[in-house]
């Protein structure tokens, strides 16, 4: 055999070998996930900046979107997302609905004694929103006796309010579905206060002329992380992978400058 054959069939060669490999990675994390091939995405399409839809009402779109996409296409897999409510969107991933959660999840000691999480990808505080020149005076959330205040349904952002309440701060609780919906009635002023995550009020007060301000925030405390079904170790740890990758390579930072105008990831990973 001359030299040019036995280069040849020593590219032949390594074409199949990596064909093969690639294919084994592929068929490893289809492996991993309920559907083969894809990886399937709880979330709570009505959350932005995480995740909303576009102006055509059917293309999601938002931070945990794009990094959905991203993890997805580190792994080798297509990416299905499932419009989820978020009072029931853990029970949907104990029940195996969908692989895992990406809807800005807080990682809390109550959330991981019942599920698993990966490392944590961005950092969050609790904010208080009033409307601009409202005669609310209240500077932080001691001092909302009296004031009806809006905030999103079994979120951190409901625990938080509820140590005011067990802490004697009488105000007037008003539980909401969908964080925007707190947001419309601030604007009609049937609500004086809006408490949410930081992050969620950063972008509401970047659109022009929107009607609110932040009149308190407090520090960082919450990280959000990947929620799965507890126990799935395995994809846990190829998710933590594709994120460290993610990180590594810069896209997260790329995806929270692009999306919030700010970094808010690399706090998550000091």
Known sequence: MNAKKILAVVIAALVLASGVLAGCKKKEAAGLTKTPGVLTVGMEIGYPPFEYYDVDGKTPIGFDVQMAKALADKLGLKVEFVDTAWDGIFAGVTKGDYDCIMSASTITPERLAVHNFTRPYIGNAQAMVVLKGSPITAQSPEDC????????????SDIFMQKYAAAGVP???YEYEKVMSCFDELKLRRVDVVVC?????????????????????????????????????ALTAELDKALDALFADGTMLKLSQEIFGMDLVSAARK
């Open 145 to 156: 006796a009296g004031l009806g205040v809006a905030y999103q349904g079994e979120t951190t």
């Open 171 to 173: 105000f007037t609780p």
């Open 197 to 233: 995550d930081s992050t969620v009020a950063a972008d509401y007060l970047a659109e022009p002329g929107n009607p609110y301000e932040i009149r308190w925030q407090g520090e960082a405390d919450e990280f959000f992380g990947v929620c799965l079904k507890k126990g799935n170790d």
